[in-house]
């Protein structure tokens, strides 16, 4: 199902397909702290034209923890694209040399043009503000292994829906789910683009556009939160109107579901307190942690198959 095959947008994928990723990286968190030799002799190229912490060395760990090894950029200014090179040469030499090539790029569509470019097998690793694959994935996973399921739950996003392609891509992956209900949770200056909105019309998605997490928040199973992508803003007056616009406080928590757990993509800025994280609804170290067995099972599946 998953040899040879490009990752460019979590709707790329069904539900059964979500299922061994998240079923193989069951299995891959017994290693991810060992090195197996599944992906011996192979050879991924990391190829990061924006900055990243977690998805740049959760892809190179688990590569390394697979037996692969690793090549790359993550500073545009020390390769030849500083004297001009254009993406698609740049992805030309990077697919004659690796197996498989990740991308991070601004501009959106540049991983769908890298993998029409290269023969090997592409991963997007976030490009504009749409997708983030790879991301949607852990963030689903994480909700796997807190709850039995995720048809069913209520889901609240919260933050910058516009610009974030962490938030649109958990979005676009969530409405693979017979979820109960979404809270889309913004100031009207960061709502959800209209394209998801019609997507999520199109499956049936029972959605409410909201603007005070308080409002909601004794509802939700999960609450997803994302920071304001000042970066993606193409005018710096309209970000100082919403700068600081929400925060999640051990305040805001006071009325939650028992079990509701916290996601956020991280980094995170002013938008999510520090004393949350020591309440048990904080789950985002640990769906950060996921980064790895996930991206573990992914490059397996696209690289090895099923063998093992
Ligand atoms: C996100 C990104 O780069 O889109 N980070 C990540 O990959 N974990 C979210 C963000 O930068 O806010």
Redesign the pocket.
């Given at each position: 199902m998953w040899y040879n095959r490009d990752v460019i947008t979590i709707l790329d994928f069904s539900r059964e397909e979500l299922e061994e990723v998240f079923e193989t990286a069951d299995d891959m968190l017994k290693y991810s702290h060992s090195r197996l030799d599944i992906l011996k002799g192979k050879v991924m190229a990391l190829a990061f034209f924006?900055p990243?912490t977690?998805?740049r060395l959760s892809f190179e760990t688990a590569m390394i923890r697979l037996g692969g090894d690793v090549i790359g950029f993550s500073e545009v200014s020390t390769t030849s694209i500083a004297k001009g090179e254009t993406l698609a040469d740049t992805i030309r030499m990077l697919d004659s040399y690796a197996d498989i090539i990740v991308i991070?790029h601004s501009i959106e569509g540049a991983a769908k043009f890298a993998a029409e470019i290269a023969e090997s097998p592409v991963i997007n690793?976030?490009d504009g503000t749409r997708h983030?694959p790879t991301?949607a994935m852990i963030d689903l996973y994480t909700i796997r292994r807190n709850f039995e399921d995720i048809d069913g739950l209520t889901i609240g996003v919260l933050g910058d829906l516009k610009y974030?392609?962490?938030a649109t891509s958990f979005i676009y992956g969530v409405s693979l789910y017979n979820i109960k209900k979404l809270y889309l949770i913004s100031p009207p200056l960061l709502s959800t683009r209209k394209e998801v909105r019609d997507h999520l019309k199109l499956r049936g998605i029972a959605f409410e556009e909201v603007e005070r997490l308080d409002d909601v928040i004794e509802e939700l199973d999960v609450l997803y939160v994302?920071?304001i992508?000042r970066e993606r803003f193409p005018d710096p007056a309209e970000y100082e109107k919403v700068r600081g616009s929400y925060r999640v406080t051990p305040e805001s928590l006071k009325k939650v579901k028992r079990d509701l757990i916290i996601l956020h993509?991280?980094?995170r800025v002013d938008e999510l307190h520090h004393e949350v994280d020591r309440t048990k609804h904080a789950k985002y170290f640990e769906q950060?942690r996921y980064g790895v067995p996930v991206r573990m099972a992914l490059l397996k599946l696209i690289l090895a198959g099923d063998r093992v």
């Open positions: 924006e990243s977690r998805t991070r690793a976030g983030h991301q974030g392609r962490a994302t920071r992508q993509p991280l980094p950060a």
